[in-house]
Nanobody, 119 residues
Framework: QVQLVESGGGLVQARGSLRLSCAAS????????MGWYRQAPGKQRELVAA???????NYADSVKGRFTISRDNAKNTVYLQMNSLKYEDTAVYYC?????????????WGKGTLVTVSS
């Protein structure tokens, strides 16, 4: 089992910045990919950014150039630095991990942290 605890959400004005953190505990040795998803009211959950254990990153087109994902493997923590925030970035942000396939490939979710961007 992997437990995920997010922090860093809140209210910010447009063009402002926030940094989200997600700390993993438990069977962290099984984790391959760590990432962030978001779900806005009335919309489906979507991938924001992800980073593999080897450091490869993937971003949604809507956040490229504004958001940066990083990972501290020693602390089992993934970060999402969000700059130049827009109203449409308002959503609940969920931390997500995917395990190595050879170790079962299990997926885990955090409870989410709300990011509200005021226009």
């Amino acid at each position: 089992q992997v437990q995920l605890v997010e922090s860093g959400g809140g209210l910010v004005q447009a063009r402002g910045s926030l940094r989200l953190s997600c700390a993993a505990s438990g069977s962290t040795f099984t984790i391959n990919v760590m990432g962030w998803y978001r779900q806005a009211p009335g919309k489906q959950r979507e991938l924001v950014a992800a980073v593999t254990s080897g450091g490869s990153t993937n971003y949604a087109d809507s956040v490229k150039g504004r958001f940066t994902i990083s990972r501290d493997n020693a602390k089992n923590t993934v970060y999402l630095q969000m700059n130049s925030l827009k109203y449409e970035d308002t959503a609940v942000y969920y931390c997500n991990t995917k395990g190595h396939l050879a170790l079962g490939g299990k997926e885990y979710w955090g409870k989410g942290t709300l990011v509200t961007v005021s226009s």
